[in-house]
């Protein structure tokens, strides 16, 4: 089993979408870009929020596990995925690559 790493790339913002149906909230997210977290084997990496690992967890199973080539060939590099978290007004867009070294 690999380590992989979840980079986020891009944060985008849909304040229309905020402003017509989100009740106001005093904190939604803590991601930055460019933050990275390192994934050993499985396991949810501290300080990566539970929402988005939802998202992207089977991703990081299969990648850890040997796991490539998702969709025939959707990624340049067969050993990554592009996963977004799944909050529809401020999505996070995470780059997962899995690592040349062993989880723990």
Known sequence: MKKCRITAVRQ????????????????????????????NGWRRPEGLCESAWESMSPFVLALTHGGEDFYEGWMKNPKSAMISCNDGFRPVSFLIETLDEDAD
Do not use: M, S, W
């Not at 985008?12 to 905020?18: E, M, Q, S, V």
């Not at 402003?19 to 005093?26: C, D, M, R, S, T």
């Open 12 to 39: 985008a913002r849909y304040d229309d979408l905020i402003a017509k149906y989100e009740n106001p909230l005093l904190h939604a997210c803590d991601i930055r870009e460019g933050q990275t977290f390192v994934a």
